[in-house]
């Protein structure tokens, strides 16, 4: 029997990479979490679908500090001991002056390989996506060895900061 219409698709068409479905799963959670400890979690959970490994790390008084992570070689623990002085050179500190995402290869600091040491040192290339509260960076995303584009990275670290917002909002309202 042929196939029917709908089951055809061009020649053309690639299948994505990263499956939209299991992000869009974890970014409606992500909407739903009452705490940020659960937003975190989620959101590298969230990154696998895009990337071997993720972590969040906080921007607290100048410091890149781990908040947690998932994925291959990656450890909570490794993550959590993670501090990186927001000041030294490396591709966090570009990072927080562009206030751009950045994707390619780690740095060759001493800082950017701690960084990379965090993540189990296998990976090759990074994401490392601004999460912002309004016009203020109140950490990075980061994702090992990305799949694709940071496109999947860059809508996890929106709906985080999103979060973030909402439950600093209801704390302050007593919601």
């Not at 995402?101 to 990074?126: I, K, N, P, W």
């Amino acid at each position: 029997t042929a196939p029917s219409p709908s089951s055809v698709r061009p020649a053309t068409v690639q299948p994505a990479t990263v499956s939209d479905s299991a992000i869009d799963a974890h970014l409606a959670e992500i909407g739903r979490v009452t705490s940020r400890d659960d937003v975190v979690r989620i959101a590298c959970h969230a990154c696998l679908a895009a990337a071997r490994g993720a972590a969040f790390l906080a921007l607290r008084k100048g410091v890149f500090r781990g908040w947690d992570g998932a994925g291959e070689e990656v450890t909570s623990a490794g993550i959590r001991s993670l501090w990186v002085p927001a000041s030294n050179p490396s591709i966090l500190n570009e990072v927080l002056h562009s206030g751009r995402s950045f994707q390619g290869a780690y740095g060759q600091t001493a800082a950017d390989h701690l960084f990379r040491a965090a993540f189990g040192s296998q990976g090759r290339e990074v994401v490392i996506v601004p999460v912002m509260i309004g016009s203020r960076m109140v950490g990075v995303l980061c994702a090992n060895d990305p799949k694709a584009d940071s496109s999947a990275v860059e809508r996890v670290a929106e709906a985080v900061g999103q979060a973030f917002e909402r439950l600093i909002v209801a704390q302050k309202t007593g919601n």
